[in-house]
């Protein structure tokens, strides 16, 4: 029952994929490559076709347009492919008989395969538990379930192959990095500065606090290279958990950020000192049991009857 997008599931299977030699392969942070395209230079990205196909090039492109998103109004009909929750994906591909201009080639280890592996690593498994052999080989196609939200051993065993043999890091589930350390993991090895909080689960802390607010309503998660740069100098977080030192009223501001993919709601922004609302900016539902207990306040670890499983709910809002 995880939040799903028609846009999020539609992604391309790299043609080429047994041509490439395992040396050519990029790894998780190789800058040469596009990972998504939220990184620099990368709205399209290309890969070279084998010799004999009609065209030679395959190129990759992202086509929403989030500019259509009214402050506001997130979940509005201009927005089906910028709520909170859904990341910029390549989602339409064309093929080109020359390599378009600074066309930067396609990465094989995609942040929206690594974001779907933390997805599902958490989460209830239809026919699980998986076992999952350790010398699987990779596939460039999509993974799918059957059904949106559901999650099975083949897809969660295609991940950690695809992760092993493209990313290049080890996909035991007891160790692999969740979506905010990921995030600063992935970051900092670009040289980029990232300054948001992760809790001790690896999520991004619920509520951040800094001198400056970001603004009103993001109606996106932020692009990469925002999040770790332009963004994250002005807003100096600092810790805001109990036992630790917030700043004084007047002094600076806190915020709500949405744990899994880090949105920054500025529209929640209190004086520092206060305690913001982020009833309307957590996404329980992509919390595992765990991080879903530790959000009591928001959250709900609930048994599905239908599903014959647990999954983490948002409370009711408060009369």
């Known amino acids: ?102 066309c930067k080639p396609c990465s094989q280890c995609l942040r929206r395969v690594v974001s779907d592996y933390q997805q599902t690593m958490t989460d209830p498994i239809s026919d699980g538990p998986c076992t999952c052999d350790p010398t699987q080989a990779p ?60 809790d001790k689960d690896g999520y991004y802390k619920l509520e951040q606090c800094g001198k400056v607010a970001p603004p009103k309503l993001p109606p996106s998660p932020p692009p990469t290279q925002v999040v770790a740069s332009a963004a994250t100098q002005a807003h100096m977080p600092m810790l805001a958990a109990e036992g630790h030192r917030r700043l004084q009223p007047g002094s600076g501001w806190c915020w709500c950020t949405e744990p899994t993919y880090g949105v920054q709601n500025g529209t929640t922004a209190v004086h520092a000192g206060a305690r913001a609302d982020c009833t309307h900016t957590i ?5 595992p049991e765990g991080a879903c207990k530790t959000r009591k306040a928001l959250c709900n670890w609930t048994y599905i009857e239908f599903d014959q499983g647990y999954e983490c709910l948002n409370l009711p809002q408060k009369a």
């Open 139 to 198: 596939k460039d196609r999509d993974c799918s379930c059957g059904a949106p939200g559901v999650d099975c051993c083949d897809c969660y065993c295609q991940y950690q192959a695809d992760i092993r043999a493209y990313c290049k890091l080890d996909p035991d589930p007891k160790t692999f990095p969740r979506p905010c350390v990921y995030d600063k993991m992935y970051n900092e090895s670009r040289g980029d500065e990232f300054t948001l909080e992760c």
């Open 283 to 287: 996404q329980c539902d992509l919390l």
């Open 1 to 102: 029952m995880r939040q799903t997008c028609a846009l999020a599931t539609a992604l391309f299977s790299f043609a080429v994929a047994e041509e490439i030699a395992p040396a050519e392969l990029d790894s998780w942070n190789a800058t040469d490559f596009c990972h998504s395209p939220t990184d620099p230079d990368c709205e399209q990205c290309c890969i070279e076709n084998p010799s004999g196909s009609d065209r030679a090039w395959t190129v990759l492109s992202w086509s929403g347009d989030c500019s259509k998103c009214k402050p506001g109004d997130p979940y509005g009909p201009n927005c089906a492919n910028c709520f909170p929750g859904v990341q910029q994906w390549y989602n339409e591909e064309s093929e080109e008989a020359t390599k378009p201009a600074k």
